[in-house]
C-alpha cells in the first residue's frame, strides 16, 4: 500500500513538472535603442498594450486547438544586453490579456544603446528553449526602426540558429514610406535580408509608433493563425 502510494505521488509530481500546453510561444523583441525617445518609448509600449488586448487578436487565440498562448517580452539594443522585462505570461482571454498588458506598461525600460539585433535573435532563442510553456510553434516577433549594428553575434547568424532549433523569426520595420538604412534600402528589405526566417516567415512595417497598434494587431493576427 505505502509503494503504491509512493508511485502515485511521483506520477502526480512528475506532471506537475510537465510544462503547461499552449498553441504558440510568442517572444516579442522590442526596441529599446538611444534612437527612441521617451514619448516614442511609451507609445510603443501603449501599442503593444493595445494590440495584445485586442478583441480580433483574443479571438484569433480563441480559435486555436488549446485557446490559450504565451508571451514574453524582450528589449534590445545594446550589444550582448538584450533584457527579458515581462517573462512568460498565458494570453488566452481578457483577463490574462490585461494582465499582460498592465505587466508591458509597467515594466521599468532597459538600459539599452546601439542595435544589436542578432543579440536579441540569441537571447530570445534561448528564451524560448526555457519557457515554462511547451508549443510545437514557437516565433521570435523583432521590431526596430534599425539595422543591425554592434551584434556580437550577427543578426543572419543568430537567425539561422532559431530557424535551426524550430524557431520562426518575423520582422516589423518601423520606418517612414521612402525611408532607407545607411547601405540605401529600405528597411523591411534589411530584415527580410538578414533577421526573419523559418516557414513562412514575414516583414510587416509601420510608419511610426503611433502605427505599432494597428501593424502589430494584424501582424499577431496572422502569427497566431
Known sequence: MRRRHLLASLAAASATAQPAEVDLLLALAVDASGSIDPDEFQLQREGYAEALTHPAVLAAIRGKPRGAIAVAMVEWGSPAGAATVVEWMRLADATSATALAEAILRA????????????????????????????????????????????????????DVAVAAGITVNALAVAAAGQVTRAGEPLAETYRREVIGGPGAFVATAEDRRDIARALRAKLIREIA
Open 108 to 159: 521599468p525600460r532597459s538600459p539599452q544603446s546601439w542595435n544589436a539585433i542578432g543579440d536579441a535573435l540569441d537571447h530570445c532563442t534561448s528564451l524560448i528553449g526555457a519557457s515554462p510553456f511547451r508549443a510545437a510553434e514557437r516565433v521570435i516577433d523583432l521590431s526596430g526602426d534599425g539595422p543591425d549594428l554592434r551584434s556580437h553575434i550577427p543578426a543572419a547568424t543568430a537567425r
